[in-house]
């Protein structure tokens, strides 16, 4: 998504790649390219091939274990093994036998999986490594213990309830498994199946619960669970949280043939939030002890075990301060030796990991995520730091205590490329292991010394290998001298694959094969901010692109905090369809967005809607300098957070800048959104009540002198994230002031428009407006 040179990189060092930019072709005298129509967008098998998810390290190291989705059905996962000295792949649970008609999921699970962002997916979405070789599946609500023997797999369903067991796992050595039902905890001894509850019941006609994690906890902290094993299994920590004071939202649930009226527990910006205590229990001694009771006005963030220490973090009302707790055991006494402040407000992180010598962890105390040792009982400012600089670390993947080193993930080289690294422990060079040119994500075995690596880059789907963490960059992928992507951190040392999991190689029998010849890929670059600041963006172009053609283009924008779209990886296919059909595709990666430190986030503090679509304008007045743009055909389109951010750019946008824009599922006021997101960036509307209105949609739909570009509106009729309320109080407020809109609503649907159907429907529907409003 840069500059063409950049963009050759990911074919240049792609060992799937024949030659410098180009893609692998399959290997054929000719092939014409097939139409990409819209309904084989989202049917299977699926065009960006296998990729497998969900990927463990058995405890022993012998095996890999991952989720696969199925060639006749993308959208169902099976469970597989890699043995690594084999190197054999083989399916070790069918989702079909153990689930062969799709059950009913309780309302906790779905809304678990929504904020997951699994919602879509069916079979096995999940499992947990138990000893060396039995693994928990949890699926149709009751949980499966697969035994591995030399017979093959064994299969034992350990529950068999009405009630839907979830957030299962296997304690730390193998010997219980545990799960929430009914907002309650239970242990099931596995020697002798013995069913035990270790939390009181849950109260609903409280709101009290035991065990589980809140709303703000599951869609704002990624804290999916509320328990906790201790190493040596005695002790499970673990929340009681009532949420008696949080507002009820009368949320309606539509769906074709029948309305629901769900009341959900939905703390929104300046109202209470849930009241959560963290409780430990003994189930050796039968006690239970009270650690830390935290009101409304403070959030417990963060659950760690540090050997046979508790470490837990809380976070203030207003997100300015991390305190660490730590508890050593009995008699439980907590103390707070360290925190970290912020100006703006603190991000969080979950990497806490104990040491010989104290604790690791990562920190953005000088302006980007770092990683640090605090040795025990020092104050924050006596944090000894491992790495430094202004790029971000993204997390700690490992510890290799016997070798001394931490393994990480970190944008070191550049902002494009997420890369595994190591350091020393106890402070040295730190070495890039993973190759340049692409994006990776990382799963470290227990010992260290390999990993099993994701990577893709633009011209290369996702492609994962096991890899060794030390071998020297093989001749064939250093590029010749004088070439211009030639640097000296590519003769770095780098990972050496010792098999593929998954190839994925773009080959005459994948997928994708039939529309190769047509395939773009995105050229990157930098523009500038008001401040000075540098704007990455992306740029794809069709692949019969002529320079001397104008061509309508497609402003895809997000924008929100935690989310980096401007990277070197594989993207979307729908891209793909809309270069085919003649469109420029366009993002840029504003202020306020993930991966770029502190001082590039912090610029939204109490004014979101501001700084990031000035940042959008700029991208927008490069693109329609450009030669090949048509300046009056271009259109904006978002979801969510760039949902708001479509509504929020073309209302502040000088008048004809966009010929047309599609707002899905947008935030509209900010004062309907929970708390523990809005008010990290927005303070609570009762603190900065300008700052709210302001970034509000309907101040500047108020504020309207010319009329809106033609507007598309999406929403699922239930939302239980941005609720549905923001829209239909949209639609009200346009339809009072003679606004024209296109409305399209899924009743049923949440906040992601999911299954086959409708995401094809979906796509068409946006289709249909673009070229009504940018073909000529």
């Known amino acids: 998504m840069r500059i063409s040179l950049l963009g050759l990189a990911a074919a240049l060092l792609s060992s799937t790649c024949a030659a410098p930019g180009a893609l692998a072709q399959p290997e054929q005298d000719s092939m014409a390219s097939e139409e990409l129509t819209i309904e084989r967008l989202y049917a299977s098998p699926s065009l960006n091939g296998p990729s497998p998810t969900g990927i463990k390290y058995s405890p022993d190291g012998k095996r890999v274990t991952f989720l696969k989705a199925r060639e006749d059905d993308a959208s169902r996962y099976d469970l ?15 989702s079909t036998l153990l689930e062969p008609e799709e059950v009913e999921l309780s309302e906790e699970e779905k809304a678990l999986r929504e904020r997951k962002r699994i919602a879509g997916r069916k079979g096995i979405v999940d499992y947990d490594w138990g000893t060396s070789d039995t693994i928990l599946v949890p699926l149709g609500g009751d949980l499966h213990l697969v035994t591995l023997g ?81 190493p040596d299994e005695r002790f499970i920590a673990y929340t009681r949280v009532d949420e008696s004071t949080v507002d009820v939202i009368e949320r309606f649930d539509i769906k074709a043939d029948k309305t629901t009226v769900i009341d959900q527990r939905y703390p929104r910006a300046g109202q209470p939030n849930a009241r959560v205590t963290l409780l430990v229990r003994d189930l050796e001694a039968d006690k239970v002890s009270i650690l830390y009771g935290v009101g409304p006005d403070t959030y417990l963030a963060r659950v760690n075990w540090a050997g046979e220490s508790l470490w837990f973090q809380t976070v203030n009302r207003n997100q300015t301060e991390i305190t660490y707790h730590r508890t050593d055991g009995k008699p439980w006494r907590v103390w707070s030796p360290l925190s970290e402040t912020q100006d703006k407000w603190v991000n969080l992180s979950k990497d806490v990991i104990g040491l010989d010598n ?22 924050s400012d006596e944090l000894i730091f491992l790495t430094s600089g202004n790029w971000a670390v993204d997390e700690v993947k490992s510890i290799d205590r016997e070798a001394g080193l931490a393994y990480f993930t970190g944008f070191r080289d550049t902002p494009l490329e997420k890369h595994l690294y190591a350091v020393p422990l106890d402070g040295g060079e730190i070495t890039r292991i993973t190759e340049p040119g692409k994006s990776w994500s990382v799963t470290v075995a227990p010992d260290g010394r390999s990993f099993v690596g994701t990577s893709s880059s633009p011209a290369q789907p996702p492609q994962t290998g096991l890899y060794l963490v030390d071998a020297e ?69 069709p692949a019969d692109f002529d320079p001397s053609k104008t061509y309508p283009a497609i402003v895809e924008v997000y924008g929100g905090p ?34 770029r430190g502190k001082a590039f986030e912090d610029v939204i503090y109490r004014q979101t809607g501001g700084p990031e679509v000035r940042d959008q304008l700029v991208g927008v007045e490069w693109l329609k300098s450009q030669p090949f743009v048509d300046g009056d055909r271009v259109a904006i389109q978002g979801w969510s957070y760039g949902g708001y951010m479509t509504l929020m750019t073309i ?41 709210y209105d302001k970034s509000s949609v309907f101040y500047h739909l108020d504020r309207l002198e010319t009329g809106m570009p033609p507007l598309l509106l999406v929403h699922g009729m239930a939302d239980d994230n941005v609720t549905f309320d923001n829209s239909t109080r949209l639609m009200a407020e346009m339809q009072e002031k003679g606004i024209p809109f296109e409305l399209m609503t899924y009743p049923g649907q949440r906040h992601g428009i999911r299954g086959q159907a409708l995401q094809t429907h979906l796509m068409k529907t946006r289709m249909n407006f673009l070229n009504r409003k940018l073909k000529r």
Do not use: C
């Not at 929430?180 to 001894?189: E, K, L, M, T």
């Not at 890929?521 to 740029?539: K, V």
């Not at 990277?567 to 270069?579: G, P, T």
């Not at 509209?668 to 997101?677: A, E």
């Open 150 to 230: 030399e017979g093959g797999p064994e299969t034992r369903q350990l529950t068999e309830t009405e009630a839907y067991e979830y957030d299962a796992r296997v304690s730390p050595r193998g010997n219980y498994v545990s799960f929430v039902r009914d907002g309650a905890v239970f242990v099931i001894d596995l020697s002798s199946g013995k069913e035990r509850q270790v939390t009181p019941d849950a109260e609903p006609e409280k709101a009290i619960s035991y065990g589980v994690a809140e709303f703000v906890a599951q869609e704002e902290m990624s804290r999916y669970t509320g328990y906790w094993w201790s």
């Open 473 to 541: 960059i093989p001749d064939d992928k250093i590029p010749d001298e004088g070439n211009p992507l030639r640097t000296p951190d590519m003769l770095e040392p780098v990972a050496k694959r010792i098999a593929w999991i998954e190839e994925n190689a773009l080959d005459a029998d994948h997928p994708y094969a039939p529309f190769l010849d047509m395939h773009a890929t995105p050229e990157f670059g930098t523009l500038e901010a008001e401040d000075g600041q540098a704007l990455y963006y992306s740029i794809l172009k």
């Open 358 to 379: 104290g604790i690791l962890l990562t920190t953005e105390e000088t302006g980007y995520r770092h990683i640090a040792i605090s040795p025990f009982g020092n104050q």
């Open 651 to 691: 209302l502040q946008a000088p008048e004809d800048t966009f010929a047309a824009a599609i707002a899905g599922a947008p935030v509209t006021d900010w004062s309907l959104y929970d708390t523990f997101y809005t008010e990290r960036y927005m303070d609570t509307p009762q603190d900065n009540p300008d700052g």
């Open 80 to 94: 597989w093994q890699f043995d690594v000295e084999t190197g054999q792949p083989s399916m070790l649970v069918d």
């Open 562 to 595: 935690h989310v980096q779209t401007v990277d070197r990886d594989w993207e979307s296919i729908s891209d793909q369809y809309l270069a085919r059909q003649g469109y420029i595709v366009f993002r840029l990666d504003n202020r306020g967005m993930a991966n």
